[in-house]
């Protein structure tokens, strides 16, 4: 009977998605496994093909991260450590009244510079007026500005894996633009940015060529839809590129651990046996 609900061997072993299974079959009257194999094929799609662009701006990385570094500083002028202290006053010092911890995980606490600037929030306003305060001070501020260039940094990497180096997802033609030198951005970004979109908006020919996909062999070859048991974790995981990333977790490799621990144990235990 399960066949009926999902056609992958080994998955009804999970009973929740079994129940899930169930669920979709009496609203669809179709197989589980086939609707999520649809599913599969359209990941990636445009929406819209061929009504979209993106004008990627960029600039050397060490020109950037004085940029970011001066935004942090021009924050910092406009009141950043008042609104700071103002906001830990309202918000997070009740938590730490009624002895939870302060959640940096979750909404608004999530925004560059509450963690960074914990320390210093924590301090009472004469502590913070004292020696160790300003240091205190100093150091969250240079945290805060590491954080921003590492945010950048993650920004820049997302983009080229979700754009330029997915073997499967459909990509709008994006364009680079040099915001390096800004003394030339009519030259290097406003006027190409104008070509590149007239161009685009009268189908004609752009003297400015688009970015080239990024995709090495190796991933063009990983097959998204493919089924993988893994018989250390009892788990059936879908697309090789979730399966090659399985092996390596910690959940997949501490499995692995106790089942070796364990056959280790038998065989000495046989040993032992053998041996009286």
């Not at 969250?140 to 180096?165: H, P």
Request: charged share 35%; glycine share 6%; hydrophobic share 35%.
């Amino acid at each position: 009977m399960g066949s009926v609900f999902f056609e992958v061997k080994g998955e009804l072993d999970n009973f929740y998605l079994f129940l899930r299974s169930i669920e979709v079959w009496l609203k669809t009257g179709r197989c589980h496994s086939e609707i999520l194999a649809e599913q599969k094929m359209s990941e990636g799609e445009l929406r819209r093909p061929g009504a979209t662009i993106i004008l990627w701006l960029k600039c050397e990385q060490t020109v950037h991260d004085e940029r970011l570094n001066a935004r942090v500083d021009s924050m910092l002028k406009e009141g950043l450590i008042q609104e700071l202290l103002d906001f830990h006053a309202r918000h997070n010092m009740h938590r730490i009244q009624d002895g939870k911890p302060p959640d940096y995980t979750k909404g608004i606490f999530q925004t560059l510079g509450f963690k960074e600037f914990h320390e210093y929030l924590m301090l009472s306003e004469e502590e913070r007026n004292s020696e160790v305060g300003k240091k205190l001070l100093g150091i969250s501020i240079e945290n805060m500005k590491m954080a921003t260039r590492r945010y950048a940094r993650r920004q820049n990497k997302m983009i080229r894996g979700r754009f330029l180096q997915h073997p499967t997802r459909q990509v709008p033609p994006i364009y680079e633009l040099d915001t390096t030198d800004v003394s030339r951005w009519d030259e290097l970004v406003k006027s190409k940015a104008i070509e590149i979109i007239e161009s685009f908006l009268k189908e004609s020919p752009c003297p400015i060529e688009p970015l080239k996909s990024e995709i090495s062999e190796e991933k063009r070859n990983i097959d998204g839809n493919s089924y993988n048991y893994c018989d250390v974790c009892n788990r059936v995981l879908l697309g090789d590129d979730i399966y090659a990333i399985h092996l390596k977790s910690f959940r997949h490799m501490r499995v692995l651990k106790k089942k070796k621990r364990l056959e280790k144990k038998s065989k000495n235990a046989e040993e032992s046996l053998k041996c009286d």
